[in-house]
């Protein structure tokens, strides 16, 4: 039969027997070589096979993989009752009436964002004074609101006051009885109590030696209110807010 009479499927199959006549063919010649080649030869042969057997069964090596970020521990109660103490520091000031040689007549809260201190209302508190911050200096502030329960003292816009932890003030409807807070004494002690009872007009603490107009804190060291003349009883950080959004006493 000629070739060119030949279909395309039978050309296909003709082909393929060909290669595979080809290939047994070149095995065999290259075994024969090999068996027949001097030693350094095989030797060499076989370096080059073992080689690139290592080298596809090696594992591909992921250059500077994308590392999954791992999460922060959790603080513990006391890290964050430890921390809730320092911010709660780092906000107290003393009022004075004149000079700070003289005894302080109030304790207050500084409130950084807000550049104002607020205290408890009580009678006596005068419309100048001198606030000094818990690091040791001290600004003049003016009288600028106030009512039945508090008073607001503001600064001079040039005035240079502290960078302090932001004061928060949750409102009380976030508060829950049982809930741990801190304050500072007058002595500068810490001490620590606990929510008893929550309302529009004032939170109940377990805590006592609450300075009057000194702020009271929970465990993210935010303001939930300041003392009052009644031992344990809070003004809420609601009327703090709402009294710093009213209008400047005139």
Same mark, same amino acid.
């Given at each position: 039969?000629?070739?060119?009479?030949?279909?395309?499927?039978?050309?296909?199959?003709?082909?393929?027997?060909?290669?595979?006549?080809?290939?047994?063919?070149?095995?065999?010649?290259?075994?024969?070589?090999?068996?027949?080649?001097?030693?350094?030869?095989?030797?060499?042969?076989?370096?080059?096979?073992?080689?690139?057997?290592?080298?596809?069964?090696?594992?591909?090596?992921?250059?500077?993989?994308?590392?999954?970020?791992?999460?922060?521990?959790?603080?513990?109660?006391?890290?964050?009752?430890? &921390? #809730?103490?320092?911010? =709660?520091? %780092?906000? @107290?000031?003393? +009022?004075?009436?004149?000079?700070?040689? *003289?005894?302080?007549?109030?304790?207050?809260?500084?409130?950084?964002?807000?550049?104002?201190?607020?205290?408890?209302?009580?009678?006596?508190?005068?419309?100048?004074?001198?606030?000094?911050?818990?690091?040791?200096?001290?600004?003049?502030?003016?009288?600028?609101?106030?009512?039945?329960?508090?008073?607001?003292?503001?600064?001079?816009?040039?005035?240079?006051?502290?960078?302090?932890?932001?004061?928060?003030?949750?409102?009380?409807?976030?508060?829950?009885?049982?809930?741990?807070? &801190? #304050?500072?004494?007058? =002595?500068? %002690?810490? @001490?620590?109590? +606990?929510?008893?009872?929550?309302?529009? *007009?004032?939170?109940?603490?377990?805590?006592?030696?609450?300075?009057?107009?000194?702020?009271?804190?929970?465990?993210?060291?935010?303001?939930?209110?300041?003392?009052?003349?009644?031992?344990?009883?809070?003004?809420?950080?609601?009327?703090?807010?709402?009294?710093?959004?009213?209008?400047?006493?005139?």
């Amino acid at each position: 039969m000629d070739i060119e009479e030949l279909s395309k499927s039978q050309l296909l199959l003709l082909t393929v027997m060909v290669n595979f006549v080809v290939s047994i063919a070149t095995a065999v010649l290259t075994v024969s070589m090999v068996d027949n080649a001097p030693l350094t030869v095989t030797q060499t042969v076989n370096r080059i096979v073992d080689h690139t057997i290592e080298t596809i069964s090696t594992p591909i090596q992921v250059v500077n993989p994308i590392k999954t970020p791992t999460s922060k521990p959790t603080p513990t109660n006391e890290q964050l009752l430890t &921390a #809730a103490v320092s911010s =709660d520091l %780092a906000r @107290t000031a003393l +009022i004075y009436k004149g000079a700070t040689t *003289t005894p302080a007549i109030a304790f207050g809260v500084y409130l950084p964002k807000s550049r104002a201190v607020a205290t408890a209302f009580v009678l006596g508190l005068p419309k100048e004074a001198m606030i000094q911050f818990s690091d040791g200096s001290v600004e003049q502030a003016s009288l600028s609101r106030s009512d039945d329960n508090l008073a607001i003292y503001g600064f001079a816009d040039d005035a240079k006051l502290p960078t302090v932890p932001d004061a928060g003030l949750p409102a009380a409807s976030t508060l829950k009885q049982g809930q741990t807070v &801190a #304050a500072i004494t007058k =002595d500068s %002690a810490a @001490t620590t109590g +606990i929510i008893s009872k929550v309302s529009a *007009t004032e939170i109940q603490t377990t805590i006592t030696g609450v300075p009057v107009g000194a702020g009271v804190v929970e465990l993210s060291g935010l303001v939930i209110g300041i003392g009052s003349a009644k031992p344990g009883i809070l003004i809420p950080a609601d009327l703090i807010s709402a009294l710093l959004a009213s209008p400047v006493n005139k």
